[in-house]
């Protein structure tokens, strides 16, 4: 059966797990494996870039589904710079006095970005970031991550539920093929981001 689809990745655990009991907490294990990818995983597909980010106050707002920043670029100034991040105790010492000017640094603070110094006027940047991915719910829901890591749902949702299957035999290698297929889905990122991925021919 094909992984290719939110019915039929509950269809494949049900039949991985083999146990009736356990048929209405599998979407529960599927909602564990994906907050833990949410939380763990960060490649070239959950990237998201904004070249219109408007840096005009103290505090910004974080984007919608927003994870992890990569990086802030100013780039209504000549030259461009990009912003570097600091701990909100290191903003707070590195502009004590509330100085206003050309923002160099920046922090997160709860559901806010926090700069310093704080912007005179209001400045456009290009933010590169991680988003998350929404739940699959439907029946027919998939997303990139199911399309081309199905693997990751799979034996992440069969390690969910160990804390109520417990001493299944079979834990340790759920264990070892998540993790194999965690560490493929980085490397394929890393790769398709870099010129070692690619081949040279002489003409």
Do not use: C
């Not at 049900?14 to 564990?32: G, K």
């Not at 912003?83 to 903003?91: G, I």
């Not at 739940?135 to 890591?149: F, K, R, T, Y």
Request: glycine fraction near 2%; charge should be negative.
């Amino acid at each position: 059966m094909a992984l290719d689809t939110y019915a039929n990745l509950k269809t494949a655990i049900a039949t991985w797990l083999s146990r009736a009991d356990q048929t209405s907490n599998i979407p529960d294990f599927i909602t564990l494996a994906h907050d833990k990818l949410m939380r763990t995983l960060r490649t070239r597909e959950m990237e998201t870039i904004d070249t219109a980010m408007s840096i005009s106050a103290e505090t910004n707002t974080v984007p919608t589904l927003w994870l992890e920043t990569r990086n802030i670029v100013i780039t209504s100034t000549a030259p461009r710079y990009e912003l570097a991040f600091v701990t909100p105790e290191q903003l707070i010492t590195k502009n004590s006095s509330a100085a206003t000017g050309i923002p160099k640094w920046f922090s997160v603070v709860g559901g806010n970005f926090q700069f310093a110094p704080i912007p005179d006027v209001t400045y456009t940047a290009t933010h590169i970031y991680y988003t998350s991915l929404a739940q699959m719910s439907a029946d027919s829901d998939h997303n990139w991550i199911l399309d081309s890591h199905p693997d990751l749902y799979l034996y992440g949702a069969l390690l969910e539920s160990v804390s109520l299957i417990q001493d299944d035999p079979r834990i340790a290698l759920w264990q070892q093929r998540y993790d194999r297929a965690f560490a493929e889905a980085s490397r394929n990122s890393q790769l398709a981001k870099s010129s070692s991925g690619m081949t040279i021919r002489a003409g």
